[in-house]
T-cell receptor
């Protein structure tokens, strides 16, 4: 069974700062997911990645499958980036199927 | 949320009553998941369906919980009888398996059992 650890748990940044959130997991996988949950509660999938790096706007996700580690970066952070960021991996490996989730990183970006 | 519609958005019910949560996937998918989120335990899988067939229901807390997926466009999660400890946000999600994002979540149903 996979275990997922995220760090930090809480993060406060000033607008414009570069932000990094880390995720480690215990069992080999084919893909990892990053999710965003806004204060209103809705959950949005940000990335599904299996190798290297992906970029969407100011968000960048990287993964090292061998080291079982992924990072989510936010460049030029903005108050609207304030949310909980959740890392998730397939319970028994692979790339899909039922996910298990990290406890999330609560990000607050101050103007 | 364009891919998954959940209803109701909020539900307040008395202990012992039956509660039915609904999920309507709009976009194409092959898998559908029910997750529960609480402050203490975070997000947890309850059950998931693949091509409308239940694959893993090991996360369903007890016999009070049941889920159905009669067709590809509709699924229900029922709690009977409900208890205060069932209070949580229940999310339905679909997996399309082929795009860059992987999963689409509904807006969730916030259930409060008093």
């Amino acid at each position: 069974k996979n275990e997922v650890e995220q760090s930090p748990q809480n993060l406060t940044a000033q607008e414009g700062e570069f932000i990094t959130i880390n995720c480690s997991y215990s069992v080999g996988i084919s893909a990892l997911h990053w999710l965003q949950q806004h204060p209103g509660g809705g959950i949005v999938s940000l990335f599904m990645l299996s190798s290297g790096k992906k970029k969407h706007g100011r968000l960048i996700a990287t993964i090292n499958i061998q080291e079982k580690h992924s990072s989510l970066h936010i460049t030029a952070s903005h108050p609207r980036d304030s949310a909980v960021y959740i890392c998730a991996v397939p319970l028994y490996g692979g790339s899909q199927g039922n996910l298990i989730f990290g406890k999330g990183t609560k990000l607050s970006v101050k103007p | 949320d364009a891919g998954v519609i959940q209803s109701p958005r909020h539900e307040v019910t008395e202990m012992g009553q039956e509660v039915t949560l609904r999920c309507k996937p709009i976009s194409g998918h092959n898998s559908l998941f029910w997750y529960r989120q609480t402050m203490m335990r975070g997000l947890e899988l309850l059950i998931y369906f693949n091509n409308n067939v239940p694959i893993d229901d090991s996360g369903m807390p007890e016999d009070r919980f049941s889920a159905k997926m009669p067709n590809a466009s509709f699924s229900t999660l029922k709690i009977q009888p409900s208890e205060p400890r069932d209070s949580a946000v229940y999310f339905c999600a679909i997996s399309e398996g082929v795009d860059d994002y992987g999963y689409t979540f509904g807006s969730g149903t916030r259930l409060t059992v008093v």
